[in-house]
T-cell receptor, first 112, second 114 residues
Framework: EDQVTQSPEALRLQEGESSSLNCSYT??????LFWYRQDPGKGPEFLFT???AGEEKEKERLKATLTKKESFLHITAPKPEDSATYLC?????????????FGSGTRLSIRP | NAGVTQTPKFRILKIGQSMTLQCAQD?????MYWYRQDPGMGLKLIYY???????DKGEVPNGYNVSRSTTEDFPLRLELAAPSQTSVYFC?????????????FGPGTRLTVT
């Protein structure tokens, strides 16, 4: 069964303390893996798409990487404004437009 | 561009009532989606559409209906509301272009059924 698992469920960091969020996936071929940021009471906001193992993408303090089994979202020297829930999603290669499987997210909290 | 807009932001329904959640996008996207998000859970797909006049069921369609008469609008209809439909509902859209799969989400509608 296709599955996306994110860990940890919640992560509390001190400002400036770097860390990584994990997204492991089990699908029959990968068309794309996505990272979204979701602030409380708002819709998810797109961050990155990764297409193949070895690919990396960066945006400010965030860097996403991809292997054949998992993706990491590295956050370097985070600031309080980076606090949010980070969602991972995958689109299997066999799927049409519809099948995008979301993980349940990691709640990140950065203390000043 | 306003992006994806949803109305209302909040709604309380009594069991058995019906309502329509509105969704509109001004990006000329072909694909539109309705998801629900329950606390601590991932987004679950309810219905999707690949263009005007074409809709299909997602993972959790029971108790809902959709229509797509224009490219811009994709309303979600709840018939005979049940407490299990208490959730946050998100509408999303994306362009139909190869290797461009990211979705753009609306702000959500928080629905409580009591």
């Amino acid at each position: 069964e296709d599955q996306v698992t994110q860990s940890p469920e919640a992560l509390r960091l001190q400002e400036g303390e770097s860390s990584s969020l994990n997204c492991s996936y089990t699908v029959s071929g990968l068309r794309g893996l996505f990272w979204y940021r979701q602030d409380p009471g708002k819709g998810p906001e797109f961050l990155f798409t990764l297409y193949s193992a070895g690919e990396e993408k960066e945006k400010e303090r965030l860097k996403a990487t991809l292997t054949k089994k998992e993706s990491f979202l590295h956050i370097t020297a985070p600031k309080p404004e980076d606090s949010a829930t980070y969602l991972c999603a995958v689109q299997p290669s066999y799927s049409s437009a519809s099948k995008i499987i979301f993980g349940s997210g990691t709640r990140l909290s950065i203390r000043p | 561009n306003a992006g994806v807009t949803q109305t209302p932001k909040f709604r309380i329904l009594k069991i058995g009532q019906s309502m329509t959640l509105q969704c509109a996008q001004d990006m000329n996207h072909n694909y539109m989606y309705w998801y629900r998000q329950d606390p601590g859970m991932g987004l679950k797909l309810i219905y999707y559409s690949v263009g005007a006049g074409i809709t299909d069921k997602g993972e959790v369609p029971n108790g809902y209906n959709v229509s797509r008469s224009t490219t811009e609008d994709f309303p979600l209809r709840l018939e005979l509301a049940a407490p299990s439909q208490t959730s946050v509902y998100f509408c999303a859209s994306r362009v139909n272009r190869d290797r461009v799969y990211e979705q753009y989400f609306g702000p959500g509608t928080r629905l409580t059924v009591t």
